[in-house]
């Protein structure tokens, strides 16, 4: 069916083909197990009105199909095949049709809303170059920039005209457990990209973790915008609904963007129990889009949202509340809300919340936060306090341990680095022993570059060991400084990079870029004043205050924003803040 012609009706819910939790050795067999049944994936439009409903038995036969045509075209087990991941039935087949062939798909990102045309043929071609395929497929509509990307790297086709050349059925290769299944590159993955190999036991043995934690079964349906470039939405909402024969309903990520609301329509037409999941920007930006003329209790029917899934970034309390507070009159209910932790290096998740308890944070003292109390308190400043959401504990088959500087474990309530060892653990980074080493223990233990602190077996993460500025011997986290300056009128989350610099005089100083609006020169030096007097409020210290153009501060691919980045740009003059006097 042509993916400009509306679907009649969606894949069912409710399966006759007996549940199993994703109890399979490879993922070419949970396919083959799901194409038993009438379960699949749906794609919507815009406003959220259905296209194409892809049943998983139409998917395997089409991804056996394009096997045959890889295997034709000289593509051999082990090999990589870069697939331009964008959400539909093309990138599926494509993706699956890799797997059966015994080759390794390697999703790529789309272009994003910044950095522009060069920018994206640059990422494209870094990746490539880490992850060197035999092949790159796209898009159509993509092709041109990705054959430029690919030039002298490896051959590149659009997915249409490839898969339309008919090959002859072959035998295919017998995948084992222990086999790499794909390369997964996380978000952030941009100047010096790590592929993280993922065999097919850690895949399965992950999504039947997270399906049990979630009590996930045939009264479910999934509803997903996340891109499927990214681990969370590739093998959260793509991969797990597949493995555990669950219906899925697709919305594009680009129309996410245009149109947040259409999620939540998504959510209210599915008459079934639903799962959904989204970093805190997702739940920040629909409950931002609901203006007084909006009458949620008409327009949405959020009751039947069983788990709404939060991840992939730092978790906002505040973000939470605020959209319980739109959308309770909608049905929504706050202990829906189901934290969790994870990294694509354990695959996806590593730590989810208890069914049912919604957001629990917990008070800590800024002085621990920031190493401890040592030394002598200022009386005169008031204690501070920041909210860490409870991520829940381990999913089964997996160990968190929180170490110190010496590698010591670290008892309840230290704050120290996270650690995690068991299941679904990344077989390493993809021809990078250094990194791997760098990564992972001998013994299996993978450093997650995280700081967080165990409290009865719950995990809280604080922050990005790469990202903490330690000023003067003090541990400062960007986030308290970007949250301070949140609080002032016409600032929201995306707007602030915080970063540590050094000044001319070489000593170390806190850095904030804010994207800035007004073009008045009184009205940015007011600004300048009040965040500086805001940040100083808040956490004590004086810092160098930029004001940037909109649009400036750049993201991931899955649109976080990339302080690192930020801070490279900013040092290297690529970054070029307004004139103090302009």
């Known amino acids: 069916m042509s993916d400009g012609l509306k679907a009649s009706a969606p894949t069912p819910t409710r399966d006759s083909l007996p549940y199993r939790r994703a109890d399979f050795g490879t993922l070419g067999a949970a396919l083959d197990y799901a194409a038993k049944g009438e379960a699949g994936m749906n794609f919507h439009d815009a406003r959220a009105d259905l296209v194409r409903a892809y049943p998983y038995a139409e998917l395997a036969a089409d991804a056996r199909a394009h096997a045959w045509r890889l295997v034709a075209d000289g593509i051999r087990p082990g090999d990589r095949v870069a697939l331009i991941a964008e959400t539909g039935a093309d990138f599926a087949a494509a993706f699956f049709g890799a797997i059966h062939a015994g080759a390794l798909p390697v999703p790529l990102p789309l272009p994003t809303s910044f950095g522009g045309r060069d920018s994206y043929i640059e990422q494209i071609a870094t990746q490539l170059r880490s992850c060197d395929p035999v092949l790159v497929l796209s898009p159509n509509g993509l092709f041109a920039m990705v054959a430029e990307a690919a030039a002298g790297l490896c051959k590149a086709a659009d997915w249409s005209s490839y898969f339309a050349v008919a090959a002859p059925a072959v035998d295919l290769p017998e995948a084992k457990p222990t086999d790499i299944a794909y390369l997964q590159y996380s978000s952030g993955s941009t100047r010096f990209p790590h592929g993280v190999s993922v065999t097919h036991e850690a895949l399965l043995a992950n999504l039947a973790g997270h399906a049990h934690c979630m009590e996930a079964?045939?009264?479910?349906?999934?509803?997903?915008?996340?891109?499927?470039?990214?681990?969370?939405?590739?093998?959260?909402?793509?991969?797990?609904?597949?493995?555990?024969?669950?219906?899925?309903?697709?919305?594009?990520?680009?129309?996410?963007?245009?149109?947040?609301?259409?999620?939540?329509?998504?959510?209210?037409?599915?008459?079934?129990?639903?799962?959904?999941?989204?970093?805190?920007?997702?739940?920040?930006?629909?409950?931002?889009?609901?203006?007084?003329?909006?009458?949620?209790?008409?327009?949405?029917?959020?009751?039947?949202?069983?788990?709404?899934?939060?991840?992939?970034?730092?978790?906002?309390?505040?973000?939470?509340?605020?959209?319980?507070?739109?959308?309770?009159?909608?049905?929504?209910?706050?202990?829906?809300?189901?934290?969790?932790?994870?990294?694509?290096?354990?695959?996806?998740?590593?730590?989810?919340?208890?069914?049912?308890?919604?957001?629990?944070?917990?008070?800590?003292?800024?002085?621990?936060?920031?190493?401890?109390?040592?030394?002598?308190?200022?009386?005169?400043?008031?204690?501070?306090?920041?909210?860490?959401?409870?991520?829940?504990?381990?999913?089964?088959?997996?160990?968190?341990?929180?170490?110190?500087?010496?590698?010591?474990?670290?008892?309840?309530?230290?704050?120290?680095?996270?650690?995690?060892?068991?299941?679904?653990i990344m077989a390493g980074y993809f021809r990078d022993p250094e990194a791997t080493a760098a990564a992972l223990s001998p013994d299996g233990w993978l450093d997650t570059g995280d700081m967080g602190y165990l409290s009865a077996g719950s995990i809280f993460i604080v922050g990005r060991a790469k990202d903490m500025i330690i000023i003067n011997g003090k541990n400062h986290w960007p986030q308290d400084i970007e949250w301070a300056i949140e609080q002032l009128p016409g600032f929201k989350a995306g707007d602030i990079a915080a970063f540590a610099i050094t000044t001319p005089s070489g000593e170390e100083a806190p850095a904030v870029l804010v994207q800035c609006r007004t073009s008045d020169s009184d009205e940015r030096t007011r600004l300048r004043d009040a965040i500086r007097t805001k940040v100083r409020a808040i956490t004590g210290m004086s810092c160098v205050v930029e004001l940037v153009p909109p649009r400036t501060l750049p993201r991931t691919s899955s649109g976080k924003l990339s302080r690192s980045k930020a801070r490279s740009q900013y040092l290297s003059g690529e970054i070029q803040p307004f004139d103090v006097a302009a």
């Not at 209790?297 to 319980?324: C, H, K, Y």
């Open 217 to 424: 079964g045939f009264n479910d349906r999934v509803v997903s915008w996340l891109p499927w470039y990214h681990d969370m939405g590739l093998v959260g909402c793509m991969l797990a609904p597949l493995a555990n024969q669950i219906s899925v309903d697709y919305l594009a990520t680009e129309d996410f963007a245009r149109r947040p609301l259409s999620w939540l329509t998504l959510i209210s037409r599915n008459p079934d129990n639903t799962l959904s999941y989204s970093p805190t920007f997702g739940y920040d930006i629909c409950a931002r889009r609901i203006s007084p003329s909006i009458d949620v209790r008409t327009r949405f029917d959020l009751s039947r949202w069983r788990v709404a899934g939060n991840g992939a970034d730092m978790i906002r309390p505040e973000v939470m509340q605020a959209f319980v507070d739109v959308f309770d009159a909608a049905g929504f209910k706050a202990s829906a809300f189901l934290p969790s932790y994870g990294l694509a290096e354990a695959t996806l998740a590593v730590s989810i919340m208890p069914l049912g308890q919604g957001i629990v944070s917990d008070l800590i003292d800024e002085r621990t936060l920031s190493g401890g109390s040592g030394g002598r308190i200022d009386a005169r400043r008031p204690t501070r306090y920041r909210a860490i959401v409870n991520c829940g504990k381990p999913v089964p088959g997996l160990t968190i341990e929180v170490r110190g500087e010496d590698d010591a474990v670290l008892g309840d309530r230290k704050i120290g680095r996270i650690f995690v060892r068991g299941l679904g």
